[in-house]
């Protein structure tokens, strides 16, 4: 064992430090979006259960993938994910806007 790399005293400058374990640490709150995290949360989960694997991420930073989406969730027949599609919609209405309406600096 090399004794100067042993004998270093490494300074936390953190007290507290974050898991490295993604699942541990929570998703960003509806303050932290433009649009609400549950809601898209929701979506996600309603069109898993057809099959259609979505990317909230992608949600969030590319209206026409959004848009996309929201589109193909009023294909499925499924009255409550319509419903969540339609709620989630007003955050991505605006073609003029270059990331999702709502977004603030």
């Keep these: 064992m090399n004794n100067e790399v042993a004998s270093v005293n490494l300074r936390r400058s953190d007290p507290d430090p974050k898991s490295l374990d ?6 960003p ?6 649009c609400p995290a549950r809601l898209l949360s929701a979506f996600a989960l ?4 057809h099959g259609r694997c979505i990317n909230t991420t992608m949600m969030l930073g590319d209206r026409e ?5 929201l589109a193909r969730a009023h294909t ?3 009255p409550e994910l319509r419903e969540v599609a339609a709620r989630l919609f007003a955050y991505f209405d605006d073609p003029r806007a270059p990331a999702p ?3 603030t600096s």
């Design 29 to 34: 709150t509806d303050s932290e979006c433009y």
């Design 65 to 69: 993938y959004a848009m996309w989406q």
């Design 101 to 103: 309406a709502g977004l």
């Design 46 to 49: 309603l069109m898993a259960g």
């Design 76 to 78: 499925l027949g499924d």
């Design 22 to 27: 993604a699942s541990d640490e929570p998703g």
